[in-house]
């Protein structure tokens, strides 16, 4: 699929920040998931 509106700038914001959750959020998933098991 072809898409028309592509961003003007080279670096997007939206991939960096979706990178930087997921790379903070993979190890905490652990620790989320221990301390709902743990308390639930």
Sequence with gaps: MQT????Q???NWGYFF???ATLVA???????LGWL???F
């Design 4 to 7: 028309d509106n592509l961003p």
């Design 18 to 20: 979706a990178a930087v």
């Design 26 to 32: 993979l190890p905490l998933m652990h620790v989320i």
């Design 9 to 11: 700038d080279p670096f």
């Design 37 to 39: 098991v743990f308390f």
